[in-house]
C-alpha cells in the first residue's frame, strides 16, 4: 500500500531502498516486491566507529505497476 501510494499520489516514477546486505529478510523481501540490485557500496555506512557495506535496489513505476495490477 505504501509503494502504490509512493506511485499514484506522489506521483514518484522510481522508488529506492537500502539495506545492510547481511540483512537477507530484508533483501528477500526487496526482491518479492519487485525491486532489483543496483549496486553495492563497500564500507559506505559508518556507525559507532564501524564502516558497513550498504546495497540499494530499486523499482520503476511502470514496473510495479506490471507486476502489481
Known amino acids: ?14 522508488i529506492t531502498a537500502s539495506a545492510d546486505p547481511d540483512n537477507v ?5 526487496l526482491e518479492k516486491l519487485g525491486f532489483r ?4 557500496f563497500k564500507k559506505s555506512f ?6 558497513f557495506d550498504d ?3 530499486a523499482i520503476l513505476e511502470d514496473e ?3 507486476k502489481h495490477q
Open 1 to 14: 500500500a505504501i509503494i502504490d501510494e509512493l506511485f499514484i499520489r506522489f506521483k514518484k516514477h522510481r
Open 25 to 29: 529478510n530484508s533483501i528477500r523481501l
Open 37 to 40: 540490485k543496483e549496486a553495492h
Open 46 to 51: 559508518y556507525l559507532n566507529g564501524e564502516w
Open 55 to 57: 546495497v540499494l535496489y
Open 64 to 66: 510495479w505497476k506490471s
